[in-house]
């Protein structure tokens, strides 16, 4: 996603048992995985609600527990828990006890389930979601109309959950390893089926369109038009989506990496030309972060861009995107450079999204920066592929201005806690400091390609980001990620000039007495007549300086002047 959501710097917040509950991995999520999800859910325009049911197959672990936690938030309530697909003749029901937004589903089932078996569990479901207050940032539901009146109804639910609009094991850790099914139909009473017929309503969601059951000319009764979307990869709960609207669809392909891509627009009907003139850029974008971050994780799947009432989100392979056809982000440039206004914002960084995020997960969001940073940092890869890297290291750094160091940008692990949105724009900061600390762009480049393939879909902590980071650029960086990752402190440097000597240190850097690796960067410096390199610690150094009293630094590090 992207942020400028903001909470006063020193808000505080007391951890509660629900929060405990949604962020670990406490003893109802520990002893199974989810292998594949299959959710259908009915649509209700006129009476803004929902019903439906999730198939949920999974593997049995270690330490089976005598219940089982499913999230679904308030005001859903539960229909009905079994075993089973909730076919007739394969459903035994189960006993569950919903306390706010947890379902307890209780077994009798250590007798006979063994670890390594897989079974399936149907949860049925129905109510009035959440809607969306300030989406995406504050999602849910939106339920709107489009300028020509007709409606267009979309989810978003990144930080509030994906279990604000269908139960699931509501975690960043465990993904569906087989993919999934997602059915939508439009609830078929008159006043709805009129409003499709009229309105000619798509609904689009992950992955490829399976199957499509449109109501006839004339056709009566309870006839539910229905779309069925599959996705083959492993999807994050929060980029599980629909859209519905009077959209058209452009299909085109282009051949990356890994063979031909297809790529699939689809727009509200009056926007179409200019899509079509808009989303030139994506051929382009998609070469460029293949160049710079390995293939596109999801041929499977393929691209989408579907238009959005709200701003943007980096739905896996559904792409929300609601800038406007502008150039930008929302026809402004965040940086203060004007390099931004080159680009589409929100189609470069949600498309990043997919190679950090969507491909590349965070197991806990304490850790989003590896989604946020790294693709705020595509922003600057798409401007050198499109400007040259001297203006993209200028749009790098322009974003820099917008760092605030309210907190660190880790956040509190196992309370469903992100750290600060410092994780953007010092995020990117922080990637493009280590390609200055690497000093060999192939390299950086190969240990990007390298990450989004060694934990190609796959989720992972920071712990085991920063060792390949490290291993692969073959930079020693234990310091700089304590210090960048786990502080608010921004490193300043203290210097003066006495009898032609240059005298300098780091002040609020981070130390630990415990490692013999003190915390330090490369900073080129420079007078009209003399270029230098120097290594500041906490600790008092100086060098011969015949230059005067003026050092000028250069600006590729996140530091201060004193």
Not at 292 to 316: A, C, N, T
Request: hydrophobic share 35%.
């Amino acid at each position: 996603m992207f942020m400028w959501y903001l909470l006063p710097a020193n808000t505080t917040f007391a951890f509660t048992h629900a929060d405990t509950l949604r962020g670990s991995n406490g003893r109802g999520r520990a002893w199974w995985d989810v292998v594949h999800y299959d959710l259908s859910v009915t649509i209700d325009t006129a009476t803004k609600e929902i019903s439906g049911r999730n198939i949920i197959r999974f593997v049995i672990g270690d330490n089976i527990c005598d219940s089982m936690q499913i999230d679904l938030q308030e005001p859903l309530s539960v229909v009905n828990v079994g075993i089973g697909d909730g076919k007739a003749g394969n459903f035994e029901q189960l006993e569950f006890l919903k306390v706010e937004n947890v379902i307890w589903i209780n077994y009798g089932f250590k007798r006979k389930w063994q670890k390594g078996s897989v079974y399936e569990i149907t949860v049925f479901y129905k109510g009035a979601p959440r809607q969306a207050i300030n989406p995406p940032w504050d999602g849910g539901f939106s339920w709107s109309h489009d300028k020509s009146g007709k409606p267009w109804v979309a989810v978003s639910c990144q930080g509030v959950g994906a279990s604000v609009w269908w139960p699931c094991k509501d975690a960043q850790w465990d993904e569906p390893d087989s993919g999934m099914t997602i059915s939508l139909a439009l609830k078929a009473h008159e006043k709805n089926r009129g409003a499709f017929l009229k309105d000619n309503v798509e609904i689009v969601s992950n992955g490829r369109d399976l199957t499509q059951r449109m109501p006839k000319e004339g056709e009566t009764g309870n006839v539910e038009p229905y779309w069925r979307w599959e996705v083959k990869s492993p999807i994050n709960n929060y980029d599980v989506t629909f859209y519905m609207g009077d959209y058209v669809h452009r299909h085109d392909t282009l051949m990356g990496e890994k063979g031909k891509l297809d790529l699939d627009f689809w727009v509200l009907r009056y926007n179409e030309d200019e899509a079509r003139e808009h989303f030139k850029v994506v051929k382009q974008m998609i070469h460029c972060f293949e160049y710079w971050m390995g293939p596109y994780p999801f041929y499977e799947d393929g691209y989408k861009l579907v238009e959005s009432p709200y701003l943007g989100m980096e739905h896996q392979s559904a792409i929300a995107y609601g800038n406007d056809y502008k150039m930008g982000y929302m026809g402004h440039d965040r940086t203060g450079t004007g390099i931004g206004m080159n680009f589409d914002y929100i189609i470069v960084h949600e498309s990043g999204h997919e190679w950090f995020g969507n491909n590349v997960t965070a197991k806990d969001i304490a850790d989003n920066w590896i989604h946020e940073g790294i693709t705020t940092y595509s922003e600057t890869l798409f401007t050198e592929c499109l400007l040259g890297k001297q203006k993209a290291t200028a749009y790098c750094i322009g974003e820099w201005n917008n760092i605030r160091n309210d907190k660190p940008i880790i956040g509190e692990y196992g309370v469903n806690e992100e750290g600060s949105n410092d994780m953007y724009d010092k995020g990117t900061a922080i990637m493009h400091m280590i390609r200055q600390l690497t000093n060999d762009d192939e390299k950086f480049r190969q240990m990007l390609r390298g990450l989004s393939s060694a934990f190609y879909h796959k989720t992972i902590t920071t712990a085991e980001a920063e060792k390949y980071i490290a291993d692969h650029t073959g930079v020693e960086l234990t310091a700089f990620f304590q210090q960048y990752l786990r502080t608010d402190m921004i490193p300043e440097v203290e210097y003066y000039v006495k009898d032609a000597e240059l005298y300098y240190k780091f002040n609020n850097v981070f130390s630990d007495a415990s490692t013999n690796r003190p915390f330090t960067l490369p900073l080129k410096i420079r007078s009209e007549k003399v270029t230098a390199t120097i290594s500041p610690t906490s600790e008092w150094q100086h060098i011969k300086w015949k230059c005067g009293h003026t050092v000028d630094f250069a600006n590729n590090f996140l530091i201060k002047i004193k």
